[in-house]
Nanobody
Framework: QVQVAESGGGLAQAGGSLRLSCAASGTIVSISAMEWYRQAPGKQRELVATITYGGSTNYTDSVKARFTISRDNAKNMVYLQMNSLKPEDTAVYYC????????????????WGQGTQVTVSS
């Protein structure tokens, strides 16, 4: 069984920074892509950033030049460095691990974390 857990959320002032971490644990062989999503109250969940196993990244337009996604393949971890935070960044942030290959049992599946709250005050 794979577990995905986020940490690092909290309260920040506008213009400040936060760093989110996400750890995937279990009998993991590899993880194809790792992603950060966010969901603000009353809004749909949106994809914020993606990083492939090889390190290619992609960001939604609203966070480009402010957020940086990175990963440590050896530790099955992904990070989201969030700078120049804005009140509109307030949301629950979720980590997703895509195409996770596991042994015992051998399968490929996607896994999600429970989310971590980020609140940015003006």
């Amino acid at each position: 069984q794979v577990q995905v857990a986020e940490s690092g959320g909290g309260l920040a002032q506008a213009g400040g920074s936060l760093r989110l971490s996400c750890a995937a644990s279990g009998t993991i062989v590899s993880i194809s892509a790792m992603e950060w999503y966010r969901q603000a109250p009353g809004k749909q969940r949106e994809l914020v950033a993606t990083i492939t196993y090889g390190g290619s990244t992609n960001y939604t337009d609203s966070v480009k030049a402010r957020f940086t996604i990175s990963r440590d393949n050896a530790k099955n971890m992904v990070y989201l460095q969030m700078n120049s935070l804005k009140p509109e960044d307030t949301a629950v942030y979720y980590c997703a691990a895509r195409r996770v290959v596991t042994i015992t049992p051998w399968k490929i599946n996607d896994y999600w974390g429970q989310g971590t709250q980020v609140t940015v005050s003006s």
